[in-house]
């Protein structure tokens, strides 16, 4: 499958869809039990047409950057998006250089697509965090950097930081949990130029397991699964792209289904206005000002 990407100023596009990594190779803790069903799921996604992967240093100990690393051996580099995240705790200035140079070696490349910080330090100046930043890119080390759970505030004071565009933010934003909307972070960065990339796009699986009038209607309209137009909502937004983990081909192939093909723009709004039990606050990393 073609994945579509979208793009903004300063050289960078990305696809709208992609394969996140959190929970491979275990949680916070490596855990090696499933390393081959990880390394096996990442290669499907990647032959039915994924190419932007998504992972961490701080997801299993760095073990899920060594999962994608062995499984895009035999790739071609050039073809695939690779972003990983530098965590919370390794944000002082050679802190972040010796991050990098590891999540490197497990991922065995020379460079990511785009390295973001994980979330916000409240200890560490971010002038000291995106000198660093600033330094990777310019290396080329890194093409391009981003932030992940910034304020909006933080958000700005980052990019003031630096010379080097920060050209993407990853937050919690769903169909229930709108967060970065609330906080005018998703407006802000749709009206800078930068992509904002959504994690947990179906909240678990609980947005294929929701009933509701609407999204019964609208299932039914398109012919899509619930999962199919909670994904296709998100992408259908200015600047919006998104990753879920896939673990089997079944759900692989139902969450590709959510691509290629519009909703119109009314149904887009009465999901955007109408969806049922939305949350102004994040279930798992809320935003802190």
Same mark, same amino acid.
């Given at each position: 499958m073609?994945? #579509?990407?979208?793009?903004?100023?300063?050289?960078?596009?990305m $696809? &709208?869809?992609?394969?996140?990594?959190?929970?491979m190779?275990?949680?916070?803790?490596?855990?090696?039990?499933?390393?081959?069903?990880? /390394?096996?799921?990442?290669?499907?996604?990647?032959?039915?047409?994924?190419?932007?992967?998504?992972?961490?240093?701080?997801? !299993?100990?760095?073990?899920?950057?060594? *999962?994608?690393?062995? =499984?895009?051996?035999?790739?071609?580099?050039?073809?695939l998006?690779?972003?990983?995240?530098?965590?919370?705790?390794?944000?002082?200035?050679?802190?972040?250089?010796?991050?990098?140079?590891?999540?490197?070696?497990?991922?065995?490349?020379?460079?990511?697509?785009?390295?973001? &910080?994980?979330? #916000?330090?409240?200890?560490? $100046?971010?002038e000291?965090?995106?000198?660093?930043?600033?330094? &990777?890119?310019?290396?080329?080390?890194?093409?391009?950097?981003?932030?992940?759970?910034?304020?909006?505030?933080?958000?700005?004071? !980052?990019?003031? !930081?630096?010379?080097v565009k920060?050209? =993407?933010?990853?937050?919690?934003?769903? *169909?229930?949990?709108?967060?970065?909307?609330?906080?005018?972070?998703?407006?802000?960065?749709?009206?800078?130029?930068?992509?904002? /990339? =959504?994690?947990? #796009?179906?909240q678990?699986? *609980?947005?294929?397991?929701? !009933?509701s009038?609407?999204?019964?209607? *609208?299932?039914q309209?398109?012919?899509?699964?619930?999962?199919?137009?909670?994904?296709?909502?998100?992408?259908?937004?200015?600047?919006?792209?998104?990753v879920?983990?896939?673990?089997?081909?079944?759900?692989?192939?139902?969450?590709?289904? =959510?691509?290629?093909?519009?909703?119109?723009?009314?149904?887009?709004?009465?999901?955007?206005?109408?969806? $049922?039990?939305?949350?102004?606050?994040?279930?798992?990393?809320? /935003?802190?000002?």
């Amino acid at each position: 499958m073609n994945i #579509p990407q979208k793009t903004i100023s300063h050289n960078f596009s990305m $696809p &709208i869809f992609g394969l996140g990594t959190w929970r491979m190779g275990g949680d916070y803790v490596k855990n090696t039990y499933h390393d081959q069903e990880d /390394i096996t799921a990442i290669r499907l996604a990647i032959e039915s047409g994924i190419t932007h992967i998504d992972t961490a240093e701080k997801y !299993a100990e760095g073990h899920a950057e060594e *999962l994608v690393g062995k =499984a895009i051996k035999g790739y071609d580099r050039s073809s695939l998006f690779l972003v990983t995240k530098v965590s919370e705790k390794h944000l002082q200035y050679n802190d972040v250089h010796n991050a990098l140079k590891k999540s490197l070696e497990r991922l065995q490349v020379n460079c990511v697509d785009l390295y973001m &910080i994980h979330g #916000p330090s409240f200890t560490v $100046p971010i002038e000291e965090t995106m000198k660093a930043m600033e330094e &990777i890119q310019l290396q080329g080390f890194a093409k391009h950097i981003g932030i992940s759970n910034f304020s909006l505030e933080r958000l700005k004071k !980052a990019q003031q !930081a630096t010379s080097v565009k920060i050209v =993407a933010g990853q937050y919690h934003l769903n *169909l229930k949990y709108r967060e970065p909307e609330h906080k005018q972070i998703l407006s802000y960065m749709q009206d800078n130029d930068m992509i904002f /990339i =959504a994690w947990r #796009p179906l909240q678990k699986g *609980l947005l294929s397991e929701t !009933a509701s009038s609407l999204m019964d209607h *609208l299932c039914q309209k398109y012919g899509k699964t619930p999962s199919q137009i909670a994904i296709n909502w998100l992408i259908s937004q200015s600047n919006v792209v998104t990753v879920s983990k896939m673990k089997n081909k079944k759900h692989l192939e139902e969450n590709l289904g =959510a691509l290629n093909w519009n909703m119109e723009k009314e149904d887009i709004k009465k999901l955007s206005t109408d969806f $049922p039990d939305q949350q102004n606050i994040s279930d798992s990393v809320p /935003i802190i000002d």
